[in-house]
Every structure is written in structure tokens, then in C-alpha cells.
Nanobody
Framework: QVQLVDAGGGLVRAGGSLRLSCAAS????????MAWFRQAPGKEREFVAA????????YYGDSVKGRFTISRDNAKKTAYLQINSLKPEDTAVYYC??????????????????WGQGTQVTVSS
């Protein structure tokens, strides 16, 4: 089992950057696919990015391509989301997620078994 703790959110001006982190407990972090989702008020949870076990492949939602970068450090059991060129529409609670296998697609919420508590990102214009 994996427990995830999200951190790094905050209030930032449009055009700014943040680096979110997702620290995992347990010994099996390297055997979990990792992803980030976000949920804005009144909206459904949205896929942001995912990364494979060794970090060799990454996937992004259309709205964040070119601005967000997902990475992982298996030795530190931590996943990261570097978010640049922030826009007010990026305002949301960001959640990291982990999966032991991907059967329904990297961008599908149902693929992920474990979730962090979320970290708030607020972008002012």
C-alpha cells in the first residue's frame, strides 16, 4: 500500500511558477505509475500528467502541454510537477495519484488506486 502527501501549492501571479511534490510512503514507489490531476471549483477532476515506472515516458493533458513537467525520483520516493507560465484558469486543487497498473488509460481517474490529500494552487491575474 502507498500513502501520498501532496505539497507545494500556493498563491502565485499569472506567469509565475510552482513546483509541486508528492511524497510516498512504503517500499514500492518505483512499481507505481504516478500522475497528477486537478479539480477546480464546480468542475470535474481533470487529468494533468502521468509518468511511467522509470520515468521514461510522460503524458500530458492538452491544456498543460508545454507548460507543465512531471518527473519522479524513485530513490526519494517522490513525484514532482513543475508548473510554469501559470494562468488564472490553472487555479485548482492538485492531487497526485498512484497506480500499480494502467488498464484504462493514463488519463482515467479509475486507473489510480491511491490519492494524495491535494494541494491548492491559486493564480491571480
Amino acid at each position: 500500500q502507498v500513502q501520498l502527501v501532496d505539497a507545494g501549492g500556493g498563491l502565485v501571479r499569472a506567469g509565475g511558477s510552482l513546483r509541486l511534490s508528492c511524497a510516498a510512503s512504503g517500499r514500492t514507489f518505483s512499481s507505481h505509475y504516478m500522475a497528477w490531476f486537478r479539480q477546480a471549483p464546480g468542475k470535474e477532476r481533470e487529468f494533468v500528467a502521468a509518468i511511467t515506472l522509470s520515468g521514461g515516458n510522460t503524458y500530458y493533458g492538452d491544456s498543460v502541454k508545454g507548460r507543465f513537467t512531471i518527473s519522479r525520483d524513485n530513490a526519494k520516493k517522490t513525484a514532482y510537477l513543475q508548473i510554469n507560465s501559470l494562468k488564472p484558469e490553472d487555479t485548482a486543487v492538485y492531487y497526485c495519484a498512484a497506480a500499480t497498473s494502467i488498464n484504462l488509460g493514463y488519463n482515467w481517474i479509475g486507473s489510480y488506486e491511491y490519492w494524495g490529500q491535494g494541494t491548492q494552487v491559486t493564480v491571480s491575474s
